[in-house]
C-alpha cells in the first residue's frame, strides 16, 4: 500500500486502480500469512499431541485445530486493503506532499499521531476484524450482523427495539439539555443579576463531577424505600414509586432526570460563551427599532446563537448516543434489558453473553450510526464550515 500511496503522488493514479492494487497486495499478505499460522498451528499440534500421549492423557489423536486464517480471512483481508486504497490514496499522496514540504510541522505533532494510531487505531481495526469471527476465532462473514439485524424468535431482545429507545433517549436528552442550558444561559447573563458568578460555580458542578459518582448518587435517589424522590411524594401526599422496579416507564424516566442532571451543563457554558459575544450594539439597534424581547431573541439571539450550538448539539447527541455509565449504574437495562440502549447492550453481549464477536459487531454498528449522523447534520446545519475556511 505505502507503494500504491508514494505512486498517487506522483500520477492521477484512479481510485480503482489503486483498490486492484490494494486487492493484490493484500490478498498475497493474506495468504503468507495464513501459510505462516498453518505451520505454526501444525507444529504446536505436534508437540501438544507428543506431550499429551507420553502422559498418557490421550489414546488417540487431539481435535483437529483451524486458525481463523481461512478463505473468508483472506476475502476479508483483500476486499479491506482493497477499500482503505481506494479510498485513502489520493488523501495519503497529499500528506506525502505536505510531509516533504512542511516536515517540522509532522516533526511536532509526530507524537500524538503515534499515541492515536497505536491507542485508536488500532483497537478500531481489531474490533472491526473481531466482528467478523465468532467465539473460537473462525470467520464467519456477516453471521454476526446478521444475526444482530435479523432476531430470531429465541432472541431475548431486539435490536430495532432498542435503536428507537436510544434514539428516544438521545432526542429527549439533547432536548432538555438544550432547552434548560439555553434558558440559565439567559439569566445568567443579565448584568443586574446579583451574584453570577456564584451561580455559574454552582451549575457547573454537576458536569464536573465523575458522571459514575452522579449516576450512582442519581439510583439512591430514586430508592423506593430510602429514596428522596419518594420521600417527597411523600411530603406532597403522593405514594411512593418504584422507580428502578419493574416499569420501563419508570427507569427510563430515572435513566432521563440523571442524564439531564449531568448534561445541561455544557450546553449552559457554550451558549453562555456565546451570548457574550454578541455585540449589545444589535441589542440596542434592535430596540430602536421597535422590537420587543421575543422579537430580539429571535432575530438576533438565535441567529447568532447557532454557529456555537449547533457543534454542540451534534457533540452533545453523539456523547449521549454512547452514554454508558448512566443506563448501567442507575436501571442496569431494567426491566428484562428494554431500557438498554445500543452501547449497554453491546457490553451485554460481551460481559453476559460472552459473545465477543456480536458485541464487536454493535460497536461497528454504532459507530456507522454515528458517522452518518455526523455527516448528514454537518451537511445540513454546516457546523463545520467556519473550521475549514
Not at 223 to 239: E, M, R, V
Request: aromatic residues 12%.
Amino acid at each position: 500500500m505505502s507503494a500504491v500511496f508514494a505512486l498517487a503522488r506522483k500520477t492521477e493514479m484512479r481510485r480503482w486502480a489503486a483498490g486492484l492494487i490494494g486487492a493484490l497486495t493484500g490478498g498475497a499478505a493474506a495468504f503468507s500469512l495464513a501459510m505462516d499460522a498453518r505451520a505454526v498451528i501444525d507444529s504446536s499440534a505436534v508437540i501438544e499431541q507428543t506431550l499429551a500421549q507420553s502422559l498418557g492423557a490421550v489414546a488417540g489423536n487431539l481435535p483437529h485445530h483451524d486458525p481463523a486464517t481461512g478463505i473468508g480471512f483472506m476475502v476479508f483481508v483483500a476486499m479491506a486493503c482493497a477499500v482503505l486504497c481506494a479510498l485513502l490514496c489520493r488523501p495519503t499522496a497529499r500528506l506525502l506532499a505536505n510531509l516533504r514540504d512542511r516536515p517540522m510541522i509532522y516533526a511536532a505533532i509526530a507524537p500524538a499521531m503515534a499515541g492515536m494510531v497505536l491507542l485508536i487505531f488500532v483497537p478500531f481495526f481489531m474490533g472491526v476484524y473481531l466482528a467478523f469471527l465468532d467465539n473460537d476465532r473462525n470467520f464467519v462473514g456477516l453471521a454476526n450482523f446478521m444475526e444482530i439485524l435479523f432476531p430470531q424468535g429465541t432472541s431475548d431482545t431486539n435490536f430495532y427495539f432498542t435503536l428507537g429507545v436510544t434514539v428516544m433517549w438521545t432526542v429527549l436528552n439533547v432536548v432538555l439539555h438544550v432547552a434548560i442550558g439555553l434558558a440559565l444561559a439567559l439569566v445568567l447573563s443579565d448584568s443586574k443579576l446579583r451574584g453570577r458568578a456564584w451561580y455559574r460555580v454552582l451549575l457547573i458542578v454537576p458536569w464536573a463531577v465523575p458522571n459514575y459518582i452522579t449516576a450512582l448518587v442519581w439510583k439512591w435517589i430514586f430508592n423506593t424505600q430510602y429514596g428522596p424522590a419518594n420521600a417527597f411524594l411523600a411530603l406532597i401526599g403522593l405514594n411512593p414509586v418504584d422507580w428502578l422496579g419493574r416499569s420501563f416507564l419508570t427507569n427510563f424516566a430515572a435513566n432521563l432526570v440523571t442524564n439531564t442532571w449531568l448534561g445541561f451543563p455544557f450546553m449552559m457554558v457554550v451558549a453562555l460563551g456565546a451570548l457574550q459575544s454578541i455585540p449589545r450594539d444589535l441589542y440596542e439597534a434592535a430596540e430602536m427599532d421597535g422590537a420587543g424581547r421575543w422579537a430580539r431573541f429571535t432575530n438576533v439571539t438565535m441567529p447568532l446563537l447557532k454557529p456555537a450550538l449547533f457543534p454542540a448539539i451534534i457533540l452533545g447527541s453523539i456523547w449521549t448516543f454512547n452514554m454508558f455509565n448512566v443506563v448501567y449504574l442507575v436501571s442496569g437495562g431494567a426491566p428484562d434489558n428494554q431500557s438498554n440502549i445500543l452501547i449497554t447492550e453491546a457490553y451485554r453481549a460481551f460481559r453476559v453473553l460472552k459473545n465477543f464477536g456480536m458485541a464487536a459487531a454493535y460497536s461497528l454498528i454504532i459507530f456507522v450510526i454515528l458517522a452518518v449522523y455526523t455527516s448528514l447534520t454537518n451537511r445540513l446545519t454546516r457546523a463545520a464550515e467556519n473550521v475549514f475556511e
